[in-house]
């Protein structure tokens, strides 16, 4: 949960106007956040004015410990300012969002909303006005006896978005489970599928699934199942770019041909004779764009298929195969 407090303990009202409050304010939009994985703030000073800067929010005490009937003839008119100023005032509920013991057990079930709701409550409140300015959120904050304006991007305070969505369906919480057996096994259907109903809602998603996908441990033994792992991902960002999937046969060599032809992904049009292997090569055209692949089957430790682009294939011009 994020926080903020006076560290005086003495009684303060900020001396300032309405139109220096809102200076500063739009101001704040372009302060400096701290160091990623750092937890200290970041002091500053604008006209006069401190504050500091939290990993969510760049804070501006207004009042602390004061009366509060101070505290309101101190917002009143800021409140007023920044209707003429910013023209359209929202309405924050910081009681709806809650981040609990579900959504740590749950990162699919996390509403990032939950992070400023607990800042606001921190401060007393249970609802806060705000507006929107150059990208970002301007919170007013009243809490009785203090009151605070913070400014912070204007994403944390929409609902959730696709990114959100796409880690609610069943395959984005497995990939987001940190549990090895469901991570592999959406792992897999990934792999396998061309099915733009169950790669679609992934896209989004992508950033959330690899900085919690960092965190877990998938083992493998003769291949680390991270790199299975990034090799779904890998197909995931295919398809947002719209590309054929078939470009990703390259980087994974645990693209059974058979297996291929089956999900009906590649037809194999000819053979190549290999002289390293048992068996000959096989030329493989892509069903989705034509692309033709000449793959290369071993047995080593365990199976592998070697996907190699031959040119011509993309064109649609023939390749002379046997």
Not at 63 to 68: L, S, V
Not at 157 to 165: F, L, N, Q
Not at 198 to 215: K, Y
Not at 248 to 253: L, N, R, T
Request: hydrophobic share 45%; proline share 7%.
């Amino acid at each position: 949960m994020v926080g903020v407090s006076d560290p005086t303990g003495d009684e303060t009202v900020v001396d300032a106007t309405p139109e220096q409050v809102l200076a500063v304010a739009e101001q704040m939009v372009d302060l400096p956040w701290p160091a990623d994985g750092s937890d200290d703030d970041l002091p500053w000073v604008l006209d006069g004015l401190e504050g500091t800067s939290l990993w969510l929010a760049h804070v501006l005490p207004l009042a602390a410990r004061a009366e509060p009937a101070q505290v309101r003839a101190l917002l009143d008119p800021l409140v007023a300012l920044a209707d003429r100023r910013w023209a359209v005032r929202h309405r924050f509920d910081a009681t709806a969002h809650t981040d609990d013991a579900r959504t740590m057990a749950d990162p699919s079930a996390y509403d990032r909303r939950s992070a400023p709701a607990g800042m606001v409550r921190s401060l007393g409140a249970s609802t806060a006005p705000w507006w929107r300015c150059a990208g970002h959120a301007v919170l007013l904050v009243d809490g009785g006896d203090r009151a605070a304006l913070l400014v912070l991007p204007v994403e944390w305070m929409g609902r959730p978005g696709a990114a959100e969505a796409a880690l609610a369906t069943p395959l984005g919480r497995d990939l987001v489970s940190g549990d090895r057996a469901r991570v592999l096994t959406a792992v897999w259907e990934v792999i396998r599928t061309r099915d733009p109903a169950v790669l679609g809602p992934l896209v989004p998603a992508l950033p959330a699934i690899r900085e919690v996908a960092d965190d877990a441990d998938l083992g493998g033994a003769l291949i680390s199942n991270r790199t299975h792992l990034a090799h779904a991902l890998l197909r995931v960002r295919l398809h947002g770019e719209g590309a054929c999937l078939c470009l990703a046969y390259p980087d994974h060599q645990l693209y059974d041909v058979v297996k291929e032809v089956d999900r009906g992904h590649v037809t194999v049009v000819g053979t190549v004779p290999n002289p390293r292997q048992w068996e000959d090569d096989r030329i493989c055209a892509c069903t989705g764009c034509g692309r033709r692949y000449q793959v290369e089957q071993g047995d080593y430790h365990y199976p592998w298929w070697a996907w190699t682009p031959r040119d011509g294939g993309a064109s649609g011009e023939p390749d002379e195969v046997g």
